[in-house]
């Protein structure tokens, strides 16, 4: 399967943006997705993931209440909302897929990946 990420921007702090990863080759459906990213000077970290049915999905504390995702499967894509931002969520957001099911906060549990979308929260 091949992942395009879009969406990110430059935003002030307590803006909001959606992120959209657009998935094409293999059925999406069979695939739980997750969104990581990797601010300046920092590790890539897990955002959120969501499960192949859609009914499931799991955050990282710091985004919890504030970010929101999603999947639309007649569209093969999921999606990210952000609202709330800060300047400390100004990082890459790459989007991940996993062929088992896997939706959690592990990266390297993940098996594709796209590139990723640069979000800019000025203060």
């Known amino acids: 399967v091949q992942l395009q990420a879009s969406g990110g921007g430059l935003v002030q702090a307590g803006g909001s943006l959606r992120l959209s990863c657009a998935a094409s080759?293999?059925?999406?459906?069979?695939?739980?997705m997750g969104w990581f990213r990797q601010g300046p000077g920092k590790e890539r970290e897990f955002v959120a993931a969501?499960?192949?049915?859609?009914?499931?999905?799991r955050y990282a504390d710091s985004v919890k209440g504030r970010f929101t995702i999603s999947r639309d499967k007649a569209k093969n894509t999921a999606y990210l909302q952000l609202n709330g931002l800060k300047p400390e969520d100004t990082a890459v957001y790459y989007c991940a897929a996993d062929n088992r099911n896997y939706y959690g906060d592990y990266a390297e549990e993940y098996d594709y990946w796209g590139k990723g979308t640069l979000v800019t929260v000025s203060s």
């Open positions: 969501i499960s192949q049915s859609g009914g499931s999905a």
């Open positions: 080759g293999r059925m999406f459906s069979v695939y739980a």
